[in-house]
């Protein structure tokens, strides 16, 4: 028996190690949440016309880089649906004509949800949850988006929020351990904050990518914006 033990732990060990060396991405799973969900789940049954002949889309008011990113390729998405009819990094006073154009300001907040984490990671004696489903993260995007007729002239600005659940594990971040019941707390990690660092990151911003949620969203949010009907944020932010 004792034997038999000792086999179970080596296994589990060789399997941590494994999973520790297949590197972050393979681990992050990402969803839109709350009214970005409903926004995306909505958009099956929406036009998906552009109610300008010519629209400029301006850069991105941010400083954030992984949020530059996502950006980029919510641009690049936009221009491949409505060829010709998208001008880029628009600037009023030195672009070309375009009939309507949008400046988005946008603000990241990387959050990490202790409450979900602890369900999921306590207690320690349950070893394989963290792996089914992950700490829990989100990623909210706080959006002013402006619309400008020709001439530089405010026609629309609204405020909305955006979020993303993140769930991910990796053996970097300990929970193995913790997992298993090796610590006084019996598992207890989701307690603990686990922070987003710029590797991290990346691997969130290239999911989303993958999933393309984050283009989606924001391309229904400007062709809404466009058309006057965008509700936003109770309260603003």
């Excluded at 941590?16 to 970005?36: D, K, M, N, Q």
């Excluded at 628009?90 to 988005?104: A, L, R, S, W």
């Excluded at 969203?217 to 009907?229: C, S, V």
């Amino acid at each position: 028996m004792k034997n038999q033990k000792l086999t179970i732990v080596a296994y589990l060990m060789l399997f941590f190690i494994i999973a520790s060396a297949t590197g972050c991405c393979c681990s992050v799973r990402t969803s839109p949440t709350g009214e970005t969900e409903r926004l995306l789940d909505r958009k099956k049954d929406a036009a998906d016309e552009l109610t300008v002949k010519r629209l400029g889309i301006g850069r991105l008011n941010s400083t954030d880089m992984h949020l530059a990113k996502l950006y980029g390729h919510f641009v690049r998405s936009v221009e491949d649906k409505y060829k010709g009819r998208i001008v880029r990094n628009y600037d009023p006073k030195t672009g070309g004509n375009v009939d309507k154009y949008v400046i988005f300001d946008m603000d990241p907040e990387y959050l990490y949800n202790r409450g979900k984490s602890v369900a999921v990671s306590w207690p320690g004696v349950i070893v394989l949850a963290p792996m089914w489903w992950g700490l829990v993260y989100t990623l909210e995007v706080k959006t002013t988006m402006r619309v400008y007729r020709a001439g530089e002239i405010l026609e629309e600005e609204y405020r909305f929020k955006d979020a993303f659940t993140v769930r991910h594990i990796s053996a970097g971040r300990l929970v193995w351990i913790y997992t298993l019941g090796w610590h006084p707390l019996f598992g207890c990690v989701g307690g603990v904050f686990s922070g987003w660092d710029d590797d991290f990151k990346e691997c969130v911003v290239n999911k989303i990518i993958e999933k393309n949620y984050f283009a989606e969203t924001y391309r229904q949010r400007l062709l809404n914006g466009l058309k006057g009907g965008l509700e936003t944020a109770r309260g603003g932010f």
